[in-house]
């Protein structure tokens, strides 16, 4: 796994590419591609934490990928160390030539550097692409400026990602991404209601900045991590209306046709299919069955999927 460090910590000359790339989709992996071939520096992505619109204006921005997890995915497309720039009111001040000089040519030692075109940084977004051709011209940094990738439906972006996913449209966030959409978390002790009725449930404890689809019911896939068997299940996005109306979200992963004790144990989850909207049960009887519904319902897809 390549390393996620502070910009102290990276290893320098650095080729980067700046921007926050929440998605990793197509768009975003060209400007990637231009400082993979290790020419220039070494191939890095250079990212803020938290996002600014959280310091700037006090805006919760749930990721789609953790930085842990974006780590392996950019591992695989030729990237050597992603490094966090730690984003506070401070680094909000400076100008976008202060940045430029500070961050990324006196920290970051950059070599090249590659952004795509709508890219803006500096105090009040003062600074766009002809500011930084100016620097690299000035400084002898070689600068990349790609243009915004575009489909039939119209700009790639992560907006479009948080849309499909918000809707519980797993496939149209698996074409934007180009990769699957997973999530992960720690299994808990939760009520064991679910053992009572005959349907045991890993509670998972996920990561409260993680993006999570649309609350529901989902076939989806399984893996114990650094485990490569893959488990089909079925699982609850959301509140335990029957249960507990009152309850916080939680995720709740029923492995198909397996007994596995998974306390303790971190589970890699991929949902692939919403199966349906939640719903308040008369009676715990009555949850039972439409659990073996919605059980059934995911194996018949995954075992076509």
Same mark, same amino acid.
């Given at each position: 796994m390549i390393p996620l460090?502070?910009?102290? &910590?990276?290893?320098?000359? $650095? #080729?980067?590419?700046?921007g926050s790339f929440d998605g990793l989709h197509s768009g975003h992996r060209r400007v990637i591609d231009m400082v993979t071939d290790g020419t220039c520096g070494i191939p890095t992505v250079v990212s803020f934490w938290p996002h600014p619109r959280e310091i700037l204006y006090k805006e919760t921005r749930l990721r789609i990928d953790l930085p842990s997890e974006k780590t392996f995915l950019l591992e695989a497309i030729g990237v050597k160390q992603l490094v966090l720039v730690p984003f506070d009111e401070a680094l909000a001040m400076l100008t976008a030539e202060e940045f430029v000089n500070q961050v990324l040519i006196n920290t970051l030692q950059a070599k090249q550097i590659s952004v795509g075109e709508n890219f803006r940084f500096g105090r009040h977004r003062q600074g766009d692409v002809l500011t930084l051709k100016k620097i690299g011209l000035e400084k002898g940094i070689k600068i990349s400026i790609v243009p915004i990738l575009e489909d039939k439906q119209g700009r790639m972006s992560s907006s479009r990602i948080r849309s499909a996913l918000k809707e519980g449209e797993l496939n149209v966030a698996k074409d934007l991404m180009g990769r699957a959409y997973r999530f992960r978390g720690? @299994?808990?002790?939760?009520?064991?209601?679910?053992k009572t009725i005959g349907w045991p449930t890993?509670?998972?404890? @996920?990561?409260?900045?993680?993006?999570?689809?649309? =609350?529901? @019911?989902? #076939?989806? %896939?399984? %893996?114990? *991590? !650094?485990? !490569? $068997?893959?488990? +089909? #299940?079925?699982? !609850?996005?959301?509140? *335990?209306?029957?249960?507990?109306? +009152? +309850?916080? +979200?939680?995720? &709740? @992963?029923?492995?198909?046709? *397996? $007994?596995?004790? =998974?306390?303790?144990? &971190?589970?890699?989850? &991929?949902?692939?299919?919403?199966?349906?909207?939640?719903k308040r049960f008369n009676s715990l009887a009555d949850l039972s069955h439409q659990i073996d519904l919605d059980a059934k319902s995911a194996k018949s897809y995954l075992n076509n999927f």
């Open positions: 460090c502070s910009p102290k &910590e990276a290893k320098l000359p $650095t #080729a980067l590419a700046l720690q @299994v808990v002790k939760g009520k064991g209601i679910g890993a509670n998972l404890r @996920v990561d409260g900045r993680k993006f999570l689809p649309a =609350l529901g @019911v989902y #076939a989806a %896939w399984a %893996w114990i *991590q !650094n485990q !490569n $068997t893959r488990f +089909s #299940a079925v699982m !609850n996005l959301g509140p *335990q209306p029957t249960v507990d109306p +009152s +309850s916080p +979200s939680a995720v &709740e @992963v029923h492995l198909l046709d *397996q $007994t596995i004790n =998974l306390n303790g144990l &971190e589970l890699v989850v &991929e949902p692939v299919q919403r199966l349906r909207g939640q």
